[in-house]
């Protein structure tokens, strides 16, 4: 359900700009092959039906989602464009992908079986992706189903590979020499099977040297603003803003507490705000008591409970700050990342939880 447009109490601003800038930076650091725009779980929580057609207008041409119930709802925003599908074909589900021109990426032995048998069934190759397993043990080819497929080739009669990819464990993290131990593994199963592009790096991986290049770099989280390279400079820009108004400042005596369960006492005379912001909208519970908000650009610390709708904040050391101010969440100097440091998790799983009752603005 979209929020009705009215005065709003908490804000996301996405820059598409940004986004399409972002795109077109990791392109110039992956010059070896083509760079696909990674939309899946709505575009990172950001809306894939405004970021998608974006990247397209800008030249992308590979986009990736999880679900095909993804790809279909952007189908028709990139005509022409490889729309590939990363969680693979269910089955039942190949003729729906044949129909919309929808490429699965192929992860098993039985994936391949069932899409070549709809290749032979159309009367013509289907265009798919095969995904070889190095190492993060969810999906694609393990080493035993690769050696049956090498040694039996004919599995993919109807099958047309567009590309065979492989995806990294630990991409962010440049010394796991897991990232080598991908590589190689990655370039000898290339070796054995019918020639065709490779696909390797995501967001991180770009950014691992040239030896991780490949046909097509598939970045997601990069695109949206966070930090490939974790420890270092990020080299993307930010991408949104997002902020919640105070609905109330009030003032308590030391020794009070606030919110649920009392997890946070005042040990002075203090200012709460209360922010128009919960966990019902992805403010995630766990960062209760740790963390901050930003105000005139000065860190605001979190205090007690996220509860589902409000959250509190010390403002005691900001006389100026007043009922109907905003409090900056995510924007400039105030990463995704920081949130995800206060609640013990990732950029990613920040962004894909932004809510739904934010009232959205695409600038
Ligand atoms: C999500 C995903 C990506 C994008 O990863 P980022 O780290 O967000 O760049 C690339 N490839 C696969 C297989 C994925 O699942």
Redesign the pocket.
């Known amino acids: 359900m979209m929020p009705i447009e009215t005065v709003s109490g908490a804000e996301l601003e996405i820059d598409l700009a940004a986004i399409v800038a972002n795109w077109r930076a990791l392109g110039a650091a992956h010059p070896s092959g083509a760079t696909a725009g990674?939309v899946?779980a709505d575009g990172?929580g950001l809306g894939a039906a405004r970021i998608a057609p974006a990247l397209y207008e800008a030249g992308c041409r590979h986009f990736?989602v999880?679900h095909l119930s993804e790809a279909l709802a952007i189908r028709e925003l990139v005509p022409g464009a490889l729309l590939g599908v990363?969680n693979g074909p269910l089955p039942g589900s190949e003729a729906e992908y044949v129909a919309a021109g929808i490429m699965p990426?192929l992860g098993s032995l039985d994936d391949i079986f069932r899409w070549a048998a709809e290749g032979r069934r159309a009367g013509r190759p289907l265009d798919a992706l095969l995904?070889i397993d190095t190492g993060m043990n969810r999906?694609g080819l393990d080493a035993r189903q690769l050696a049956t497929l090498q040694a039996d080739p004919s599995r993919l009669d109807g099958v047309s590979l567009r590309y065979v990819?492989t995806?990294l464990v630990s991409?962010?993290e440049p010394d796991d020499p897991i990232n080598a131990r991908q590589r190689v593994a990655f370039a000898r199963a290339c070796a054995g099977l019918p020639s065709a592009p490779r696909s390797l790096a995501?967001?991180?991986?770009v950014f691992l040297g040239p030896e991780f290049a490949s046909e097509l770099a598939?970045?997601?989280?990069?695109?949206y603003g966070?930090n490939?390279t974790p420890g270092r400079p990020n080299p993307m820009r930010g991408v949104i803003r997002l902020r919640a108004r105070v609905l109330q400042v009030r003032e308590i005596e030391a020794g009070e507490s606030v919110g649920y369960n009392g997890i946070w006492t005042a040990a002075r005379p203090s200012r709460i705000a209360t922010a128009c912001v919960g966990y019902a909208d992805g403010w995630l519970r766990a960062q209760s008591g740790r963390g901050h908000a930003a105000f005139d650009g000065a860190p605001v610390p979190l205090v007690g409970r996220v509860s589902m709708d409000l959250t509190t904040y010390d403002v005691t050391d900001h006389p100026t700050l007043h009922a109907g101010d905003w409090l900056e969440l995510i924007g400039p100097g105030l990463p995704a990342e920081q949130a995800a440091l206060a609640a013990g998790t990732n950029g990613?799983e920040i962004l894909t939880s932004l809510g739904a009752r934010y009232a959205r603005r695409y600038v």
């Open positions: 990674v899946k990172y990736f999880a990363l990426v995904h999906l990819m995806h991409a962010e995501n967001s991180s991986g598939r970045p997601g989280a990069a695109l966070i490939p990613y």
